[in-house]
């Protein structure tokens, strides 16, 4: 059976579909499923935001084919680990979450490591800088998370 993980954060354009892409290229796409999507609505359809694409790109992972979607109760169903990029994607994907095994699927991504905090901060309103440091966090967290999946 394939472990099946999901990335959440608000919009699916910044932060999850960097997340969706830095652990599909770490695990065998045979034994892990990795998706992404977003608490929020704003952006349903959508590629990526340029400057995820960009800072994937510079580390060899092509994003661009991605497309946006909202998280869904449906997603508590298709996923056995759900990662939230922050305290505020979290709360709003419990609150979407009906029995105590699919609150048991929720984390916080940056809980993987040990870094005096725990939130993946929101790059979309900052420069180019953030998201070569989102990249960094998401991409130590995706190779812990591999260890523990292995
Ligand atoms: P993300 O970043 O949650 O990392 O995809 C955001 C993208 C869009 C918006 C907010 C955050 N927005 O307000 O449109």
């Not at 497309?67 to 109760?73: A, G, I, P, V």
């Not at 040990?114 to 901060?121: A, R, S, Y």
């Given at each position: 059976m394939?472990?099946?993980?999901?990335m959440v954060c608000l919009g699916n354009i910044c932060r999850s579909p960097?997340?969706?892409?830095v652990l599909k290229s770490k695990v065998d796409s045979n034994t892990v499923l990795v998706d992404s999507s977003g608490t929020a609505g704003y952006h349903v359809g959508n590629p990526p935001d340029k400057r995820s694409v960009a800072v994937a790109k510079k580390h060899g992972i092509d994003i661009s084919t991605q497309?946006?979607?909202?998280?869904?109760?449906n997603?508590?169903?298709k996923f056995d680990l759900i990662y939230a990029m922050d305290e505020s994607n979290f709360i709003n994907i419990l609150s979407l979450?009906?029995?105590?095994?699919?609150?048991?699927k929720v984390r916080l991504l940056l809980d993987e490591l040990?870094?005096?905090?725990?939130?993946?901060?929101d790059p979309y309103y900052g420069g180019v800088d953030g998201f070569e440091e989102v990249y960094q966090m998401?991409?130590?967290?995706?190779?812990?998370?591999?260890?523990?999946?292995?």
């Open positions: 394939k472990t099946k993980v999901l960097l997340a969706e892409g497309k946006c979607r909202q998280f869904s109760k997603d508590f169903e979450a009906n029995t105590k095994k699919d609150e048991k040990d870094l005096g905090f725990n939130e993946v901060p998401i991409n130590s967290a995706c190779e812990a998370i591999v260890k523990k999946l292995n």
